[in-house]
């Protein structure tokens, strides 16, 4: 049986729409990049992640990045594999290893940050910086929305 009725959409479904289809090329443009180096976006993720706050647990990276810590101690063990990272126990309870970068590490992960900051300058250079801080705002808004959803 054909429907003649017309979904309407949502108040702001066209801006979401706008929104995750940015998003995914956004995503798209530095996996490009990103495989030039032969990393993966996860990867490079992790080695921030850990660049940032070295001696982090599998679990507290897993926590810090939202990824269940199963697929974060497979990304570690490939990322150990090519020399990247170092797993290190914990002096304070051995059945954690701390993570840190090896000197490797740290060059890839300087050169991956440059691509990344490259794509962010080109999303940043159609905005004035009132857009850039409104768009923040707004964005952290509607991340906290989204936050009360999954609360109820």
Known sequence: MKSDKILEKARGFDVWLTVGRTNLKVHRTLNLALGELGLSLAQHEILLAIRQTSGLTQ?????KLLVVK??????IKKL?????????????????????LTKAGRDLVQESLARQNEIIDAMASVMSDEELVKTGEVMRRVSEAIDQLQQE
Do not use: H, I, M, Y
């Open 59 to 63: 679990k507290q990276l897993s926590e």
């Open 80 to 100: 150990e594999g090519r020399g990247l990272v170092l797993r290190e126990p914990d002096p304070s309870d051995t059945r954690n290893r701390l993570l840190s």
């Open 70 to 75: 199963s697929n974060v101690s497979a990304l």
